[in-house]
């Protein structure tokens, strides 16, 4: 069964802490995407990898930076986190074809 | 630019009603169009897709059809359950093969 996990479910971090999200899926996926989600505004692509050690900006990548060293492992990195990055965070891979993307089941990130 | 404007929420039914959410969107060329569903605590999944013109997606007895003459995908379903309750996202698949999506509509069924 395909499986996206992100390593916590709820973060509460102070302004300007560096903070660091984690996801893996163990499908093998080439594609791996970052999303937030914040009502009334649907999903907003923050940043995606289409290999490892590769990335693109989406449309919201301000702010944010990520790293993926490994093709299961995709890291979304606050430099210094402020209160306009609370929101929920999404993790999502997909195959070469991008036809279909699988999410994890999020976190939700409070910054104080 | 590509866009999906679905309609805004809460959609609030009884059960057994019939379910429109509706959705829009503005693509150039023929993009692939999915209906992702997010339930309480869980990430996304995706819910049906059509890839072309006419096709009809269908899943968990939701339906959406791909109207090209109209740039629509419907999200229908004949009765509807507690269960049913979530948030639903269209989305299309862009050229350059991102996912844009809607802003969601919650629905809320209410036994």
């Known amino acids: 069964d395909v499986k996206v996990t992100q390593s916590s479910r709820y973060l509460v971090k102070r302004t300007g802490e560096k903070v660091f999200l984690e996801c893996v899926q163990d499908m093998d996926h080439e594609n791996m995407f970052w999303y937030r989600q914040d009502p009334g505004l649907g999903l907003r692509l923050i940043y995606f990898?289409?290999?490892?050690?590769?990335?693109e900006k989406g449309d919201i990548p301000e702010g944010y930076s990520v790293s993926r060293e490994k093709k299961e492992r995709f890291s979304l990195i606050l430099e210094s986190a402020s209160t306009n990055q609370t929101s929920m965070y999404l993790c999502?891979?997909?195959?070469?074809?991008?036809?279909?993307?699988?999410f994890g089941p999020g976190t939700r990130l409070l910054v104080l | 630019g590509n866009s999906v404007t679905q309609m805004e929420g809460p959609v609030t039914l009884s059960e057994e009603a019939f379910l429109t959410i509706n959705c829009t969107y503005t693509?150039?060329?023929?993009?692939?169009l999915f209906w992702y569903v997010q339930y309480p605590g869980e990430g996304l999944q995706l819910l049906l897709k059509?890839?072309?013109a006419d096709d009809k997606g269908s899943n968990k007895g939701f339906e959406a059809t791909y109207r090209k003459e109209t740039t629509s995908f419907h999200l229908e379903k004949g009765s509807v359950q507690v269960s049913d309750s979530a948030v639903y996202f269209c989305a299309l698949r862009s050229s350059n093969y991102q996912l844009i999506w809607g802003a969601g509509t919650k629905l809320i069924i209410k036994p």
């Open positions: 990898s289409y290999d490892v050690k590769m990335k």
């Open positions: 693509a150039t060329g023929y993009p692939s």
């Open positions: 059509a890839t072309k």
């Open positions: 999502a891979s997909s195959d070469i074809d991008q036809e279909t993307q699988y």
